[in-house]
């Protein structure tokens, strides 16, 4: 393994990315064992499994692996029995992606706080792009009276049609995709990790719903599916990924994303493009010459909470 | 193994003989967890929907009770070490009672925090090197393993003991003190873990505490002994031979005496850090003692339950009040009373209040999320008094291979 890991470093990306597919399945072959100690569990474990899904309990998705436990063939079967499941419930055909991390990118965000004007067309803009029921949001954007930075003085529930108001700003709140995050170190089954192109993601078919990781987010960026999310067949976006925007069951954990299903493939976050100001700015980090490294270079830019040392990435600014 | 089979049998038929007042208590609890099954089928249905958990209050009843008996199972240490590093004669008599406690107090923690979980389907996650256990980083995943380590541990202790009593053999020394040994420092553990699943978290400033710890231990310390004299009252007045030596309550009241004060201290001592810093983390300390921008569901609570403990502690330090059973079984219940409410709701509520991002959503638990609580203490109650209904009978005698 460790003579892996050396090569591995030293070697050029494709390399670097075979290898890593390569150690996946080594790790795989060591899981096996476990199969056969889950049949002990299995029979316990029906009785206790939900009633009413729109699934019925089955073997399949009861033992299904950990995300990065997955072999590509496992991954092929995952996806498919979701699209099933998605097609029997709300009779459309969805696709399933499962786009990786791209090497020597690392996502950062950054918010003109000067231009937000509090319209929220981020926050209905990513509702309907993440496949979120109407009353889950993944942006908070909290109205601020001007003279304060401390956001525990901000209404979330200020009326929308007239924006912005005299006296304040307007500061939206999302996952801040902390470097030290809080949510994945305090998550009892690795349910939650951080990826190297720094966006922390769930896997909602591991998350066991215990909602630790909730009360460690000091940016309240995590959300519980309380009940099943009540979601209009119509309006489904049926371009989904495994990581981020697919339907999600009820007892389980979601977050921001950074719409890895886009950005991975060269897009913007939905988030970004519904922005009317232009304050939101979005990019790769590790690139001297995008938009995001120009921002911290030159604007004195700050992040949320600063003193709790969870290293956002996701940085503030005015101009 | 046809031996210990009948030593099963044996203990179920046990169980079954009893007076009419044992018949009517398991009936009354046994019908209590009803309702319970119930709402938890609708939990399980609809989802945590049921609950009046949201997004900003993300943990409630379930989570404050499970808190307080942790405390509980903690506190059986407190016979443990008289009993077997002191050798104190009159407690050992009774020290698998504590244990027994122990073991029940950890059944109900369990589940508390399965009827939290929003996919215990998933339970298997948890269980090391077959799901992924987040080790050492997650202190929840510490919590697994010292939470599911104190009860095997105290299931081994009087189960052993109480087989090798049941077949008239003297026990092995080696087969169980090694385990009471540890038992003691795993009881410390288990509180330990639990307040630093809070005291960890430097978004909530409320729980980010380094008094945590030592205040769980102290508080399950008053509360404890308080729990067990009332438990060792209504054994001698209700069990139609066995009787808890008067000597027991004393030593329990002598550690209840030292420990009231200091968990009035400890809260003493941050009442006082919140409220004289005065700083913008103390809206939580404000919205649990005073309330915040006109919520203040838990005011009289934390205040009842602070006027509990006071109440308490001057009957367990004044001597003609203690030794009168009328005011030291009164004293006894305030406490508990207090201090459940104190480190249960009194501390897990107020640390989501105000949120993160300043919202404040008040919360009360709703009917279903009574039922089920209601139905864990329930069954808490009702393995206690069988499992040490048939301990009682073995120890003594009645019931032998």
């Known amino acids: 393994?460790?003579?892996?890991?050396?090569?591995?470093?030293?070697?050029?990306?494709?390399?670097?990315?075979?290898?890593?597919?390569?150690?996946?399945?080594?790790?795989?072959?060591?899981?096996?064992?476990?199969?056969?100690?889950?049949?002990?569990?299995?029979?316990?474990?029906?009785?206790?499994?939900?009633?009413?899904?729109?699934?019925?309990?089955?073997?399949?998705?009861?033992?299904?692996?950990?995300?990065?436990?997955?072999?590509?063939?496992?991954?092929?079967?995952?996806?498919?029995?979701?699209?099933?499941?998605?097609?029997?419930?709300?009779?459309?055909?969805?696709?399933?992606?499962?786009?990786?991390?791209?090497?020597?990118?690392?996502?950062?965000?950054?918010?003109?706080?000067?231009?937000?004007?509090?319209?929220?067309?981020?926050?209905?803009?990513?509702?309907?792009?993440?496949?979120?029921?109407?009353?889950?949001?993944?942006?908070?954007?909290?109205?601020?009276?001007?003279?304060?930075?401390?956001?525990?003085?901000?209404?979330?529930?200020?009326?929308?049609?007239?924006?912005?108001?005299?006296?304040?700003?307007?500061?939206?709140?999302?996952?801040?995709?902390?470097?030290?995050?809080?949510?994945?170190?305090?998550?009892?089954?690795?349910?939650?990790?951080?990826?190297?192109?720094?966006?922390?993601?769930?896997?909602?078919?591991?998350?066991?719903?215990?909602?630790?990781?909730?009360?460690?987010?000091?940016?309240?960026?995590?959300?519980?599916?309380?009940?099943?999310?009540?979601?209009?067949?119509?309006?489904?976006?049926?371009?989904?990924?495994?990581?981020?925007?697919?339907?999600?069951?009820?007892?389980?954990?979601?977050?921001?994303?950074?719409?890895?299903?886009?950005?991975?493939?060269?897009s913007y976050p939905a988030c970004l493009e519904a922005c009317p100001t232009g304050a939101r700015k979005f990019g790769n980090i590790y690139d001297p010459e995008s938009e995001v490294s120009q921002i911290l270079k030159q604007k004195s830019v700050f992040v949320l909470k600063e003193e709790i040392n969870t290293v956002p990435q996701f940085f503030y600014y005015f101009d | 193994m046809a031996r210990y089979i009948r030593f099963w049998l044996n203990m179920f038929k046990e169980s079954f003989s009893g007076s009419k007042t044992y018949y009517l208590w398991v009936g009354v609890l046994t019908a209590l967890l009803l309702p319970g099954i119930y709402s938890y089928y609708l939990q399980l249905s609809q989802g945590l929907v049921v609950t009046n958990m949201v997004d900003q209050v993300s943990w409630g009843a379930y989570i404050a009770n499970f808190t307080f008996l942790v405390g509980v199972a903690a506190a059986a240490v407190l016979l443990v070490v008289p009993a077997y590093i002191y050798h104190r004669d009159d407690v050992k008599e009774i020290v698998l009672l504590g244990e027994i406690l122990a073991f029940c107090a950890m059944l109900m923690c369990l589940l508390f925090i399965a009827v939290d979980l929003g996919r215990p389907d998933r339970f298997w996650h948890i269980i090391p090197f077959i799901g992924r256990l987040n080790f050492p980083q997650s202190i929840l995943a510490w919590d697994v393993i010292v939470l599911n380590g104190y009860l095997l541990l105290n299931m081994h202790i009087p189960g052993y003991l109480l087989y090798k009593l049941y077949r008239g053999e003297q026990p092995t020394r080696r087969y169980y003190m090694p385990f009471v040994i540890i038992s003691i420092f795993w009881a410390v553990s288990i509180h330990t873990v639990t307040a630093f699943l809070y005291s960890g978290l430097g978004g909530r400033p409320f729980w980010n505490t380094s008094l945590m710890a030592p205040r769980f231990l102290i508080s399950a310390f008053a509360a404890g002994p308080a729990l067990l004299i009332i438990i060792f009252y209504l054994i001698n007045r209700f069990h139609p031979y066995f009787r808890v030596k008067e000597s027991v309550s004393k030593l329990l009241i002598t550690i209840a005496s030292v420990t009231m004060p200091i968990n009035l201290f400890l809260l003493g001592s941050e009442v006082f850090k919140e409220f004289y810093t005065n700083s913008s983390h103390v809206a939580s300390a404000q919205y649990l003692f005073l309330g915040l921008h006109g919520h203040s569901t838990l005011v009289p609570y934390i205040w009842t339950a602070i006027a509990f403990n006071i109440i308490s502690t001057i009957i367990f330090v004044t001597p003609v009040l203690r030794s009168k059973t009328s005011w030291l079984l009164g004293g006894c219940l305030l406490s508990i009373l207090g201090i459940w409410t104190e480190k249960g709701m009194g501390l897990i509520i107020p640390g989501f209040i105000p949120s993160p991002l300043g919202d404040v959503v008040e919360y009360t638990p709703s009917i279903h999320e009574f039922f089920i609580c209601l139905a864990i203490w329930a069954f808490g109650a009702l393995s206690y008094t069988v499992i040490s209904k048939v301990a009682i009978s073995i120890v003594s005698g009645r019931l032998k291979e």
């Open chain 1, 1 to 266: 393994m460790s003579e892996n890991r050396t090569k591995e470093q030293s070697t050029n990306r494709s390399l670097e990315h075979r290898l890593s597919e390569k150690s996946g399945q080594l790790l795989n072959q060591k899981v096996k064992r476990r199969s056969f100690l889950k049949g002990a569990v299995a029979a316990g474990a029906a009785a206790v499994a939900p009633m009413g899904t729109a699934s019925a309990f089955s073997f399949e998705s009861f033992f299904q692996k950990h995300y990065r436990e997955m072999t590509p063939e496992d991954k092929k079967k995952v996806f498919a029995r979701i699209q099933r499941e998605l097609k029997k419930e709300y009779e459309i055909e969805v696709s399933i992606s499962d786009p990786a991390p791209i090497s020597g990118v690392k996502f950062v965000y950054a918010l003109n706080l000067s231009k937000c004007n509090g319209s929220r067309k981020c926050v209905t803009a990513c509702q309907q792009e993440n496949n979120l029921p109407a009353d889950m949001a993944y942006i908070t954007v909290l109205e601020m009276p001007r003279g304060t930075m401390n956001v525990e003085k901000g209404n979330r529930y200020y009326k929308g049609e007239s924006v912005p108001k005299e006296g304040n700003y307007y500061l939206p709140v999302q996952c801040n995709h902390c470097e030290n995050s809080p949510c994945t170190k305090v998550c009892p089954i690795e349910a939650t990790w951080k990826e190297k192109d720094g966006i922390v993601v769930v896997d909602y078919d591991w998350c066991i719903g215990c909602r630790y990781c909730m009360a460690a987010c000091p940016y309240e960026a995590r959300h519980f599916n309380f009940k099943k999310p009540k979601l209009d067949a119509s309006t489904i976006n049926t371009s989904q990924s495994y990581l981020s925007n697919r339907v999600r069951s009820k007892g389980v954990m979601e977050k921001c994303t950074f719409c890895l299903q886009r950005t991975r493939e060269g």
